[in-house]
């Protein structure tokens, strides 16, 4: 079905008219509750069967199902070849670079022994 763009606003302007006339008269006491429902019922119903002429038919369902099986497809292909995308863009971790040991140094025998030891006296202040 085509969708002609007077036929739809018509019928969204009729249901509107429906909707507030059935409120307008029911404000004013000239309808009770259950008639002002059921011209409720028809406003709905008009937008209601406006949206069904639209509906896909079976073709064009088929059409879709096949669609949406085509995109999960490329979805689950492009999913399993990720890891491998990322795992070539990565850099490898760097590798540490080796301790250096210290050497030891080696002092002449007696070098740290001294028989002189100076110790300054202890500085005592007076307030």
């Known amino acids: 079905m085509s969708n002609n763009p007077f036929t739809e606003i018509g019928a969204i302007v009729v249901a509107v008219v429906l909707a507030i006339m059935g409120g307008l008269l029911l404000y004013l006491g000239k309808i009770d509750t259950a008639f002002a429902t059921s ?43 990720l890891p491998t995308v990322v795992a070539a863009t990565q850099q490898p971790a760097p590798t540490p670079a080796p301790a250096v040991q210290p050497t030891p140094i080696q002092l002449a025998p007696g070098a740290l022994a001294s028989t002189t030891a100076t110790v300054p006296p202890p500085i005592i202040e007076v307030k």
């Open 39 to 81: 011209m409720f019922i028809l406003a709905a119903g008009l937008l209601g069967i406006n949206g069904a002429l639209k509906a896909p038919s079976q073709q064009q369902q088929q059409q879709l199902g096949a669609l949406a099986q085509q995109g999960q497809a490329l979805t689950s292909q492009a999913l399993s070849v």
